[in-house]
């Protein structure tokens, strides 16, 4: 076992945020690397606001693949990839509902991520269809309320 804490954070990170715990745990403040529990905490933040995002992106990419290229698929396909991306559009949602109930202070960032997602949003859609990008709208054509209702899956006129 390591005793000095700077090798222990360079080489078992795990092992470095259990043996903070245990020093906050028995309020040995003093033997506390403050900067370093200072630099995880803002990446951990910094994390979930990009997790958020990235929920995001994927969700609306599936929702567009969904509006602009579901119907134009030839049976099975069309079954094929609705029941595909109809799962994968509710489990997306149930992992922005999670993180958000995890972590409620995201809320007011919720319009920030969608906004940052779109653009990559777009772009997977466009690789995954092949699709020029100019096919889709420029702005996110769905709120924030119908990107967080299960049962909201776009008509191929739906643009909000």
Same mark, same amino acid.
């Given at each position: ?8 954070? =360079? ?8 043996? !903070? ?13 403050? /900067?370093?529990?200072? /630099? ?10 990009? /997790? ?9 990419? %599936? ?17 094929? !990839? =609705? !029941? ?24 007011? !960032? ?17 690789? /995954? ?12 054509? %769905?709120?924030? =309320? ?15």
């Amino acid at each position: 076992m390591m005793n000095n804490s700077a090798t222990l954070y =360079e080489q078992d990170f795990y092992g470095w945020i259990q043996h !903070h715990i245990r020093l906050l745990q028995q309020r040995k403040l003093a033997e506390l690397e403050i /900067e370093l529990l200072i /630099e995880e905490l803002e990446s951990i933040a910094k994390r979930d606001r990009y /997790e958020l995002t990235s929920y995001f992106s994927l969700l609306i990419a %599936y929702l567009l693949k969904w509006q602009f290229s579901l119907k134009q698929l030839d049976e099975p396909w069309q079954t094929f !990839h =609705e !029941h595909s991306w109809r799962s994968f559009i509710l489990e997306r949602r149930y992992q922005i509902n999670s993180l958000l109930e995890m972590s409620p202070s995201l809320k007011p !960032h919720l319009l920030e991520a969608v906004n940052k997602a779109y653009s990559k949003a777009v772009k997977l859609a466009s690789d /995954e269809t092949g699709f020029p990008v100019k096919t889709f709208p420029s702005t996110c054509p %769905y709120t924030l =309320e119908q990107l967080l209702d299960e049962k909201f899956f776009p008509d191929q006129e739906t643009i909000a």
